[in-house]
């Protein structure tokens, strides 16, 4: 397995894992964990690290220990296609 310990490299990863799910989000530690990155192990990262590093995504709480990461609804200006 590969480690991944740099935070934005984990975070384009945990963007990436939420792009291919339907719904476009997940708890944070099932993104780390889960065999979905096969063959990345990533290194354990504070959602507010993951929020810096990408602009595209945003955390809920989840739980009392639990976070949901989510993809940020984009916005467009009014008028614009």
């Not at 984990?10 to 065999?35: C, E, H």
């Not at 810096?52 to 639990?66: P, T």
């Not at 949901?68 to 009014?78: A, S």
Request: hydrophobic share 45%; net charge positive; with cysteine.
């Amino acid at each position: 397995m590969q480690v991944i310990d740099d935070s934005r490299l984990i975070a384009w990863l945990v963007k990436a894992s939420l792009y291919a799910r339907a719904n476009g989000s997940a708890p944070l530690k099932d993104l780390l964990n889960g065999p979905s990155l096969f063959p990345f192990r990533l290194k354990p990262i504070l959602a507010e690290i993951l929020v810096a590093e990408s602009s595209r995504l945003e955390i809920l709480c989840h739980g009392l220990d639990g976070d949901l990461v989510t993809l940020r609804k984009q916005t467009t200006k009014k008028g614009a296609l």
